[in-house]
């Protein structure tokens, strides 16, 4: 069992950026891939970055490539996205989520609460 908690939400201007964390309790999280996820209003969970847990290769959806950055700290259980030159379009509810499988789709097993990132134009 895996329990997820997102922080560093916020509200910031166009152009600026935010470090959203999440920490992980529970065994082994080393051995997990880890997920962000985003949902805007009236819009379905879509994909935004992913680290696998065995080289720690990354994956980025295209709207955020160059942007955002996701990184692992196995030492402290915790991952984070670093968001750069952030627009109006990335104002969404941000999730992580953990599973053993590296994985681009939403099949994730665990899933946090969520933080929200606002983004004013």
Same mark, same amino acid.
């Given at each position: 069992? #895996?329990?997820? /908690? ?62 955002? !950055? ?7 259980? %915790? ?11 990335? %104002?969404? #509810? ?9 994985? /681009? %789709?939403?099949?994730? !097993? ?6 929200? #990132? %606002? /983004?004013?134009?």
């Amino acid at each position: 069992q #895996v329990q997820l /908690v997102e922080s560093g939400g916020g509200l910031v201007q166009a152009g600026g950026s935010l470090r959203l964390s999440c920490a992980a309790s529970g065994r082994a999280f080393s051995r997990y891939a880890m997920g962000w996820f985003r949902q805007a209003p009236g819009k379905e969970r879509e994909f935004v970055a992913a680290i696998s847990w065995f080289d720690g290769k990354t994956y980025y959806a295209d709207s955020v490539k160059g942007r955002f !950055t996701m990184s692992r700290d196995n030492a402290k259980n %915790t991952v984070y996205l670093q968001m750069n030159s952030l627009k109006a379009e990335d %104002t969404a #509810v941000y999730y992580c989520a953990a599973d053993f499988r590296t994985l /681009v %789709t939403s099949d994730y !097993t665990y899933w946090g609460q969520g933080t929200q #990132v %606002t /983004v004013s134009s």
